[in-house]
Nanobody, 125 residues
Framework: QVQLVESGGGLVQAGGSLRLSCAASGLTFNSYGMGWFRQAPGKEREFAGAISWRGGSTRYADSLKGRFTISRDNAKNTVYLQMNSLKPEDTAVYYC??????????????????WGKGTLVTVSS
């Protein structure tokens, strides 16, 4: 049974940082591209960032470039999202997701194979 469990969310002031983690189990982690997505209140889920299954490539939503960094540790079956210079508009539930042999050009909200349950990030002004 595949499980993706996010952690690290919470309340932070604008300008602060958080690091989200997503621990995967039940799959061959190093064969999966990993993505981070987010859903703000009243809005649709959107792409935040992704890292290829090989780990050599990353892609970010334009609004997050330079502030968010995605990385993975295959030895720990974990993907991370480092979020810096947080803004109130970053408030959302953040989800990680996995796609078999996913590359940065092929991962979006419509085609990920597995999803976590999300972790809430709240940025206060």
């Amino acid at each position: 049974q595949v499980q993706l469990v996010e952690s690290g969310g919470g309340l932070v002031q604008a300008g602060g940082s958080l690091r989200l983690s997503c621990a995967a189990s039940g799959l061959t982690f190093n064969s999966y591209g990993m993505g981070w997505f987010r859903q703000a209140p009243g809005k649709e889920r959107e792409f935040a960032g992704a890292i290829s299954w090989r780990g050599g490539s990353t892609r970010y939503a334009d609004s997050l470039k330079g502030r968010f960094t995605i990385s993975r540790d295959n030895a720990k079956n974990t993907v991370y999202l480092q979020m810096n210079s947080l803004k109130p508009e970053d408030t959302a539930v953040y989800y990680c997701a996995a796609k078999y042999l996913g590359t940065i050009g092929t991962m979006d909200t419509r085609n990920m194979g597995y999803w976590g349950k999300g972790t809430l990030v709240t940025v206060s002004s």
